[in-house]
């Protein structure tokens, strides 16, 4: 697999940040009421109410949908909507709005092109502990608007209650790493063993991304540009007065060594230049030690450059381009799964190179295979330094007389296929990498 083209990184990491920040930055809420019980033990407690929809007992929340009967809240956690920070999303031209804690405790105002107004009736009052309670519970709230019928209605006892509400107030009530009122701080990891030229059209891109952004930002100080920015501002997108005024920066994190090393080096970095988050980055090597880094630390990284990403459904921080080398062997899998009628119960063998890229693509073929119920495949490893011969494929065509044969290996692998191109033992299909 290629690292993908580094002009379309910067227009991925563009609309990726133009989202991100048109939601706003998160920071503390001095005028919010703090949490009755704010231990680690029943943040967690609430985390898991909000995030997976299971109550302190373990039990799935009940919910209320209009015309519906009662249904399990795993189905409709409260972040599937709002999102993990409680910042809200607009989808579907449904509009879930935010409900951390700076929003919730103090009146809601109409808005204007995103400017706030203040000088007219609030739509609602601040919530209390007790109003919150009373709209997840009812759907309508202190100033008796009822809710779209979208948002369900919670079965919650008062302690359950009270836990959830606890929790709300402690989403996004932390200022942000790497943000001050003028200043968005981010970082690029480079590992020493990237290719140069790769490094180079990586950072032109990042780089060239920040310059539009400042450009944009330092027209607002300018006296003879400031009008017309405020102009071009009122019909931009929702949010973006957040970030417009802005300079961004970039730092780049450069580790050395072996990945043992790495984990100490970057919080060596994050301790004394705390970003934001993780734009780009690239390495040769497997991106797992930073992917960690990221997870541990609540750190966003965006796209890094990598052919060894992490494959998981439960971490949360890193967005990749795509799988790597996983993903290739996946594609094969995905391929002759879609042909299971033609290949059903005939036996396929693969020949793995014993090497990293070797066992990422065997182990995306595998665990696809696997997931679609199908029997696991003959695997035959290459160890460092011997070269797939003639006489091996012999003898696998003998013994295993495979259907599909695949190949991961390199180019040293072609002259032994090459001999086998007349055989009438040769598979009905050959995948190569």
Same mark, same amino acid.
């Given at each position: 697999?290629?690292?993908?083209?580094?002009?379309?990184? %910067?227009?991925?990491?563009?609309?990726?940040?133009?989202?991100?920040?048109?939601?706003?930055?998160?920071?503390?809420?001095?005028?919010?009421?703090?949490?009755?019980?704010?231990?680690?033990? %029943?943040?967690?407690?609430?985390? *898991?109410?909000?995030?997976?929809?299971?109550?302190?007992?373990?039990?799935?929340?009940?919910?209320?949908?209009?015309?519906?009967? &009662?249904?399990?809240?795993?189905?409709?956690?409260?972040?599937?909507?709002?999102? *993990?920070?409680?910042? =809200?999303?607009?989808?579907?031209?449904?509009?879930?709005?935010? +409900?951390?804690?700076?929003?919730?405790?103090?009146?809601?105002?109409?808005?204007?092109?995103?400017?706030?107004?203040?000088?007219?009736?609030?739509?609602?009052?601040?919530?209390?502990?007790?109003?919150?309670?009373?709209?997840?519970?009812?759907?309508?709230?202190?100033? =008796?608007?009822?809710?779209?019928?979208? %948002?369900?209605?919670?079965?919650? =006892?008062?302690?359950?209650? %009270?836990?959830?509400?606890?929790?709300?107030?402690?989403?996004?009530?932390?200022?942000? @790493?790497?943000?001050?009122?003028?200043?968005?701080?981010?970082?690029?990891?480079?590992?020493?063993?990237?290719?140069?030229?790769?490094?180079?059209?990586?950072?032109?891109?990042?780089?060239?991304?920040? *310059?539009?952004?400042?450009?944009?930002?330092?027209?607002?100080?300018?006296?003879?540009?400031?009008?017309?920015?405020?102009?071009?501002?009122?019909?931009?997108?929702?949010?973006?007065? +957040?970030?417009?005024?802005?300079?961004?920066?970039?730092? *780049?994190?450069?580790?050395?060594?072996?990945?043992?090393?790495?984990?100490?080096?970057?919080?060596?970095?994050?301790?004394?230049?705390?970003?934001?988050?993780?734009?780009?980055?690239?390495?040769?090597?497997?991106?797992?030690?930073?992917?960690?880094?990221?997870?541990?630390?609540?750190?966003?990284?965006?796209?890094?450059?990598?052919?060894?990403?992490?494959?998981?459904?439960?971490?949360?921080?890193?967005?990749?381009?795509?799988?790597?080398?996983?993903?290739?062997?996946?594609? +094969?899998?995905?391929?002759?799964?879609?042909?299971?009628?033609?290949?059903?119960?005939?036996?396929?063998?693969?020949?793995?190179?014993?090497?990293?890229?070797?066992?990422?693509?065997?182990? =995306?073929?595998?665990?696809?295979?696997?997931?679609?119920?199908?029997?696991? @495949?003959?695997?035959?490893?290459?160890?460092?330094?011997?070269?797939?011969?003639?006489?091996?494929?012999?003898?696998?065509?003998? &013994?295993?007389?495979?259907?599909?044969?695949?190949?991961?290996?390199?180019?040293?692998?072609?002259?032994?296929?090459?001999?086998?191109?007349?055989?009438?033992?040769?598979?009905? &299909? +050959?995948?190569?990498?």
């Amino acid at each position: 697999m290629k690292n993908m083209n580094c002009r379309y990184l %910067m227009i991925a990491v563009t609309c990726f940040l133009a989202l991100l920040l048109s939601i706003g930055f998160t920071s503390s809420f001095g005028e919010s009421p703090e949490p009755s019980s704010n231990s680690r033990e %029943m943040l967690q407690l609430g985390e *898991r109410m909000y995030r997976v929809g299971v109550l302190p007992s373990g039990k799935p929340m009940l919910t209320l949908i209009k015309g519906e009967p &009662s249904i399990p809240g795993t189905t409709y956690a409260c972040a599937g909507c709002h999102l *993990r920070s409680g910042l =809200g999303a607009l989808e579907d031209n449904v509009y879930s709005p935010s +409900v951390n804690g700076r929003k919730l405790f103090r009146p809601l105002y109409r808005t204007y092109k995103g400017i706030e107004q203040s000088q007219t009736p609030p739509l609602r009052p601040a919530y209390t502990d007790e109003t919150l309670a009373a709209v997840i519970r009812s759907g309508k709230d202190p100033a =008796g608007r009822v809710l779209n019928d979208v %948002m369900p209605r919670y079965i919650l =006892g008062d302690r359950d209650a %009270m836990i959830l509400v606890n929790y709300l107030k402690s989403l996004s009530s932390q200022f942000s @790493p790497g943000v001050t009122d003028t200043s968005l701080r981010f970082a690029t990891i480079i590992t020493d063993d990237a290719i140069p030229q790769e490094r180079d059209a990586m950072l032109a891109s990042l780089e060239a991304f920040l *310059r539009l952004v400042n450009t944009k930002a330092n027209s607002f100080k300018a006296p003879q540009t400031r009008l017309m920015a405020e102009i071009m501002l009122r019909q931009d997108m929702p949010g973006s007065r +957040v970030f417009a005024k802005k300079n961004f920066f970039l730092s *780049r994190w450069v580790l050395k060594g072996p990945a043992k090393t790495w984990r100490v080096q970057l919080e060596e970095y994050s301790r004394k230049e705390p970003v934001f988050a993780l734009l780009g980055g690239i390495t040769k090597g497997d991106w797992k030690p930073i992917h960690q880094f990221c997870e541990d630390n609540r750190i966003p990284c965006l796209f890094p450059n990598t052919d060894f990403p992490v494959i998981s459904d439960k971490d949360w921080y890193t967005l990749y381009l795509s799988k790597g080398y996983y993903q290739e062997g996946e594609s +094969v899998a995905r391929y002759l799964n879609s042909k299971d009628l033609m290949i059903k119960g005939k036996a396929i063998v693969q020949i793995v190179r014993a090497s990293h890229e070797g066992q990422a693509l065997s182990v =995306g073929f595998q665990q696809t295979w696997k997931d679609f119920g199908q029997r696991a @495949p003959v695997t035959i490893t290459l160890p460092p330094g011997k070269i797939l011969s003639k006489d091996l494929l012999d003898q696998v065509l003998s &013994s295993e007389k495979p259907t599909v044969l695949i190949i991961w290996d390199d180019y040293k692998a072609l002259p032994a296929l090459e001999s086998i191109a007349e055989d009438k033992r040769r598979p009905e &299909s +050959v995948f190569v990498y």
